[in-house]
């Protein structure tokens, strides 16, 4: 039931002894006070009144009258009405202006005969407002007792979406904080509406997306357009994620609004709970996820990987993912900086699950480890492919939330045991990678390795004595003059000595590029687009960024 409305007062014993006479098309408008006043310039406006005065002083001012009227309608004043005067019939103080005005600005126009006492118009209005508010308490009490049991009995989240589905008499759609559906349920079809979640998810579709489909499917049944509504489900400053429903209007009835206040609640303290156990089973993967990198033997892998129900055959990669806070003040606070972390680890586990429930990730430390799964049947060199394209389809999803990601690749291995090979080879690519070719996101081993084997295997002074030999006046020069030639020249090594592409990246004219170029010759003394300059040059680049370990 929402709240009262003026055409519904109206209709109470007593105050259907008032004569409306005009503004009839406002009696929609919602009432939650009753105000009499008798010097209209001394109202206190509140919003939803129900109006009541005599205008003894300015019965004769129609234009202040008028005045008035326009004020109550800002003011979203509920009604207004006029004591009829004692010594004559209601025309000779309501004005026929004043009538057209309240039929113009449609807001209903009483007027009150001199045998009704106000008495008779407060208190039956009063005690309707109180007892629509008493229902409205109980309705939320019942939703209250019935989902509270439903939890304490083990119900889950469906379940309790069922309930207040049937509560509300209308669609309900549960999402978590990142715009997963969680729960979906109808008074009606709920199998049809459980195929329909599934397929959202199976689409990884956005919530936007989800109304859209939800909308169709109900116009389709009822052959009824109607509004959807989001309630956040918060508790504590914390958002859990959000109720989102089907009503006839864009704006929620007052049982509406108290049963998601209340509903929200519940919800938030259930998901709270799902959080401690998922937390719970998380600290024992990153257990595992240490026995892994610890070398122990392949039995125990099997056995742990088993007990997660984890496929303990297959082909499999460790990518290795590192993502950033983007804004500064993020940076600089602790909490935050924990925040996004968390968030980004669970937006990576929810953009894993729509490629395949057979991917792991775990985090650890402010890293997020994943053990990507692949089949037995197909080959190592098609499981390298695949590691590669999960990997820049997570970056291009994480960047849609906003973050700055770097993956590191290392390569796949059919023995569980070899993983911990795989996730060396991608902290090597990963912290390689990001010094020979920043602009690069993705970044598989094979890409970097000889450059880290060929620091391994040289000396500190043979390695000065290649970077002093091909790119040091280089350097010097950026030094002295704050300019950008080194990462000129990297770049358009990186982009295969193309410059349209060079230049674009550079956010530069073609013709500075080519300017910086020629001036890069200039100072080596040959040209390093040529071989063999062309290979030492890159050589001494890769060495030079690896022993500096700046990007």
Known sequence: MSQLTVGEAWTLEGVNRLQLVGGKTGLSREIQYVTVVEIPESIMWKGKEFLITTFSNVKDDVDTQINLMEEACKKNCAALAILSHPQGAYSAVIHPSLIASADRLGLPLFMIPNKVPYIDIITPIYQEIVNRQYSALKYALDL????????LAGKNLHDLCKILSEFLTTLVLIVDRWGSPRALASPNDAATLDVFLEQCRADRLQISDYIGVANRIWSDKTHEKTAFVRHPIRAGGYKYGEIIIQCQKAELSRYEAVALDKASTILALYMEREQAIEEARLRIQRDVLDDLLSGTSREHLKSKFSSFGWPV??????????????????????YLQKANSDDSFKIVRHILAGHSPSHIAIRRGDSIVIISHFSSSISIEEAKRLSVQLARSLIRDLEKWQWRVRIGIGNPYADIQKLYESYQEAEIALSIGQMICPEEKAIHADNVIGHYYLSKALTEEESDIIINTFVRELIEYDREHSSELLKTLETYYSYGCRVSQTASTLCIHRNTLKYRLDKIKEILGFDPMVDPYRLNVQMALALYRIKNKYS
């Open 313 to 334: 055959e297959g082909i499999r990669s460790i990518l290795l993912v590192k993502t950033n806070a983007t804004s500064d003040f993020a940076k600089e606070s602790a």
């Open 144 to 151: 209250d007792t019935e989902m509270t049991g439903a939890i």
